[in-house]
């Protein structure tokens, strides 16, 4: 049997970094020096691999490289667009502040503690009536097939997809009242339960990282497999009944969850 050499590769000598490894440090210095500044964007994969032709033959290694840069988090992989040098302020997150009764109580956007004046729009808002599903209405504490009002959105923070955010309240506590509209108006949702009687009290967050699923990865215009944060909130009313469930799917790379204690 004839075997046959394909793709010309050629052993690394003894101590010699990998190829990709070369790329990567050269594309760190090139970002360091200013060459990509003016858009921000680095040359497409294709460029990259005929500017270094003489180190590497495969658009495979070329996508390593930047790979570890992104790792590095030097550069970041834009759906559809391109790699482009990370410049992102990270979106400061605080968990308890945010939730505060001060904070929405008062008619204020829970997200004026997390952006900073930074433009904030919700994105496609939908609302609609309809049963629970099973895991919905355990969530909820109520029977499935219960009617419940969802209101699913996405977040975009500087034009930037960083969040799609999907919640279930029971459609009893939300009849009649903003919740059932686009604009829930000052303090949003918690203000509306409030309202109406069944004002959150307490909360809890169960957070996991994971990689992005592919509807998941195009909705936040994530490269594939990117981290992201998976959030579900339990909003509890005095007589601690679960008054909203909110499912949250984040951009690890965009987020820094901070939480302040007393003793």
């Known amino acids: 049997m004839d075997f046959v050499i394909r793709g010309g590769h050629v052993p690394r000598k003894t101590g010699e970094q990998p190829k990709y490894k070369d790329i990567a440090d050269d594309l760190r210095r090139r970002i360091d020096d200013g060459e990509f500044a003016e858009k921000g964007k ?3 994969e294709r460029t990259l691999l005929k500017e270094y032709a003489d180190k590497v033959k495969s658009a495979v290694t070329v996508r390593q490289a930047l790979g570890l840069l992104r790792d590095e ?3 970041e992989s834009r759906l559809g667009s391109g790699w482009y040098v990370l410049e992102w302020r990270p979106i400061v997150r605080n968990g308890l502040k ?3 009764s001060e904070q929405w109580g008062e008619g204020k956007s829970i997200w004026d503690v997390d952006v900073d004046g930074r433009l904030t729009v919700p994105d496609g808002v939908e609302i609609e009536t309809l049963p629970a599903e099973v895991d919905v209405a355990t969530a909820l504490g109520v029977d ?3 009617l419940v009002c969802r209101r699913d959105r996405r977040y975009l923070v500087d034009e930037v997809p960083v969040l799609r955010s999907t919640a ?3 459609e009893d506590l939300a009849r009649g ?4 509209q686009v604009d829930t108006g000052p303090g949003g949702t918690y203000k509306q339960l409030e309202e109406a009687g069944h004002k959150p009290v307490r909360f809890r967050e169960d957070l996991r990282c994971r990689k992005a699923l592919p ?5 936040l215009k994530l490269a594939t497999s990117a981290p992201v944060v998976e959030l579900v909130r339990y909003a ?3 007589a601690d009944r679960v008054v909203e469930v909110n499912r949250m799917i984040l951009d690890a790379s965009r987020y820094l969850f901070r939480y302040d204690f007393s003793s």
């Open 42 to 44: 680095l040359p497409a």
């Open 73 to 75: 988090g030097i550069v």
């Open 98 to 100: 945010r939730l505060s």
């Open 144 to 146: 499935a097939g219960a």
């Open 168 to 170: 279930y309240i029971p």
């Open 177 to 180: 009242t903003r919740i059932t």
């Open 215 to 219: 509807a998941e990865a195009e909705d």
């Open 236 to 238: 509890y009313d005095a």
